[in-house]
């Protein structure tokens, strides 16, 4: 079994500033592990993802995550924060091989970016 | 077109009526999932299915049907709607490998139980 744990369900920043958005996961197997992001009124997208080999992940629109299997954690961060980032940013995780994939998605994160 | 489409798109409906929501998807993905999203409490899957003869029930399957036509659409039925099915509904598609690849999502259907 997996789940999700989304520190914080509302970040805000400054324009410029570093975005981090915390995520911490549980699985019995090694894990695969998903940003998403929506924006307002639209579905999700998928931000970046860890399967195996490098656990730093980099993503689309400047953000990277790295995954740390001592602390369970795939934080999601981005240098310097935009106006467009502003959206709902979603964890998720699911069980590596077999045939019982499905994804479990933490809470959400919204991130308010201020001028 | 969109890899997953999603209809209807907005829905406001009465409390006891039948309702269906569809989707469709060009990705020739094997496996399509049902979630709901609600304010705080993320995305939760309702019904889930790896090909046509093969449906399950997600975590919150309660009040719900599914029904897999083709590998291409798979729509969500509540039979009698009630209040607190008032929600944000996803469609998504997977391919039938491990996934690896995650989630192409619809762009959601939003439904109002009045």
């Known amino acids: ?115 | 077109d969109a890899d997953v489409t999603q209809t209807p798109r907005n829905r406001i409906t009465k409390t006891g009526k039948r309702i269906m929501l569809e989707c469709s998807q060009t990705k020739g993905h094997d496996r399509m999932y049902w979630y709901r999203q609600d304010p705080g409490l993320g995305l939760r899957l309702i019904y889930y299915s790896f090909d046509v003869k093969d449906i399950n029930k997600g975590e919150i399957s309660d009040g719900y049907s599914v029904s897999r036509q083709a590998q291409a659409k798979f729509s969500l039925s509540l039979e009698s709607a009630i209040p607190n099915q008032t929600a944000l509904y996803f469609c998504a598609t997977s391919e039938g490998t491990g996934g690896v690849d995650g989630y192409t999502f619809g762009s959601g259907t939003r439904l109002t139980v009045v």
Not at chain 1, 7 to 16: K, N, Q, T, Y
Not at chain 1, 30 to 50: E, H, R, S, T
Not at chain 1, 72 to 98: I, N, Q
Request: hydrophobic share 35%.
């Open chain 1, 1 to 115: 079994a997996q789940s999700v744990t989304q520190l914080g369900s509302h970040v805000s920043v400054s324009e410029g500033a570093l975005v981090l958005l915390r995520c911490n996961y549980s699985s019995s197997v090694p894990p695969y592990l998903f940003w998403y992001v929506q924006y307002p009124n639209q579905g999700l997208q998928l931000l970046l993802k860890y399967t195996t080999g490098a656990t730093l992940v980099k993503g689309i629109n400047g953000f990277e995550a790295e995954f740390k299997k001592s602390e369970t954690s795939f934080h999601l961060t981005k240098p310097s924060a935009h106006m467009s980032d502003a959206a709902e940013y979603f964890c998720a995780v699911s069980g590596s091989g077999g045939s019982n994939y499905k994804l479990t998605f933490g809470k959400g994160t919204l991130l308010t970016v201020n001028p």
